[in-house]
Each structure stands twice: as C-alpha cells, then as structure tokens.
C-alpha cells in the first residue's frame, strides 16, 4: 500500500525515456498536463479515498448512507477524524484502542450529519482529481488500441525492450490495474495483479506520444477560446445597460459588475474597449 501510496508523488524517480520510448507514468503526467494545464497536479493517479459512508445493496446495485448506529466501525473512524479536524468545537475525544480494535466516541445526530456534510464536500473534491485521471488514461489507452501510440515492456531493473505490443493487449474495458505502478505481466495481461514476478514495466513511443499530446493540447485551447468567445459576447450585451445605470463611466466598475454575473475580467477589458465614448463625456480607465 505503501508503494502505491508514493508511486506519483516520486515521479522524478520515474524511468528515463530511451530508444524512442517513455515510460508510462511520464506519459500519463505529459497528456495530463496538455490536456489540463496548471489543474494537473500529478498525483491524480493516487487520489484522497472516499469518505461518505455507504451499505452495499448487493444485487440492486445501489448504496445507502448508514446512521451512525449501522455504520461500519471503518467507516465511523472516518466520520470522526473528520469532525476532529474540521469541527473541533464539537469537542469529540481520540479514539481510544479497545479488545476489538479502535473505537470512537458515539455521535450525536447533529454530529452524525455534519460528518456526513464533510464527507461528501471531501469526495466530491476527490472525484474531480479522479475523472482527470479517468480522462487522461482514456485517452492513452484510446490510442493504444487504435494503434496510433505503441507500447512495449522492459524488465523493472533494466534492459531491452520487448517487441511492440499488438493493439489488441489494451482491448479491455478496465485497465485500472495497468495504471497503478504502471506494470504489466504479460503471461497473464488483463489480470488483476499490479506487480510481482513477471510484471514489466510499461513503456510508449514518444513519437506518437508527443503527437497525441499535441493534439490534446490543440483541442483544450479551442475550447479555451470558445469559452473566451462566449464571456466576451456576454460582457458585451451586459455593457449598454450598465451603461445606462451608472453615472460615472470606469472600466474598474465595468469588470466589478461583470464579475458579479461570473465574467473573468479579461473578457471585460476586451468588451470596455469596444465603449462608445459619447462626445463631452469621457469613458475613465
């Protein structure tokens, strides 16, 4: 668990590119920040666990959130660390070790709710962490499969490559093991091991790598500018009717008002610009 924990907060540690190859965790941080720029932190591949309780319905498929009287003794030390940290002026005591393990003070039902509160403020958090790493291991194993980005193994202490893997050795609906330490076993590829006697490590070509990084990269900053476009058009149908409310015309209150309806500033210095200054009456900066 613990290498897991480490395996993307040490990616300088990661293996160097050679012979046209990188490996995997490199390519995984490269898409990632293409795609997401500054929001991709690295460590997406080893997210904050989920918080909020919940009761497996089995067959249904579905889950319940339990009472504190039903919760799993795991999952109450969760909601009590919580509390703890964040509200201490419900004034909760450690946890003390019991014949049975650890065993947390009871909860109130205020204390309960707002544990839960907390809990799913945490995991809606960790899920946006989690579907930019969903997004961008979609997008690898997309190409892999296509064939557009090739992959081949190199024994974890060092060595030649394998031969390029076929396209069809990422034609799985699941490779979450495949992106955890970035390892595969090729004896037994779509198991559900992530290291051990056997497993690899995971390299692509850099070539098609960079290409499909570009092409990522391309894509967010048309989406980039898209949204610039919508801001811009909606500072300029804002600007003649705060035109015609004020009586002192600045582009500092422009961009207030603009961003009190959640326009960026940017987009309301672009649409100021296009003012139509009426004669004797000047538009100040």
Sequence with gaps: ??????????????????????????????????????????????PPELLTPKVDLGGSGGALIPSAGTAYPWQKLNIDRLLRKRRPDFGRPEPVRGRFGIKVAEFTEEQWYAGLKLAQEAD??????????????????DALREGSLNSALRPVKGGAYSPVLPPSMWNAESFRERFRLCQMN??????????????????????????????????????LRQASQQTYDDAM??????????????????????????????????????LQRKPGKQAAQ
């Design 186 to 223: 090729d004896s037994d590829p779509f198991g559900i091991g992530i290291a051990g006697d056997r497993f690899q490590l995971i390299f692509v070509d850099i070539q098609g790598l960079d290409a499909l990084a570009e092409i990522a990269s391309i894509s967010v900053r048309v989406k």
């Design 124 to 141: 809606k958090a960790s899920m946006v962490i989690r579907n930019r790493f969903a997004t961008v291991t979609g997008t690898l194993v």
């Design 1 to 46: 668990m613990k290498q897991l924990n480490q395996f993307w907060s040490r990616a300088l540690e990661f293996p160097k590119d050679f012979g046209g190859f990188r490996f995997l965790g490199r390519a995984v941080n490269q898409v990632g920040r293409a795609k997401f720029g500054d929001e991709w932190t690295g460590l997406e591949g080893s």
């Design 237 to 274: 149908k804002l600007l003649p009717e705060w035109k015609a409310t004020v009586s002192r015309i600045t582009r500092t209150a422009f961009e207030a008002h603009c961003a009190s309806q959640g326009i960026p500033s940017s987009s309301a210095r672009e649409a100021y610009k296009k």
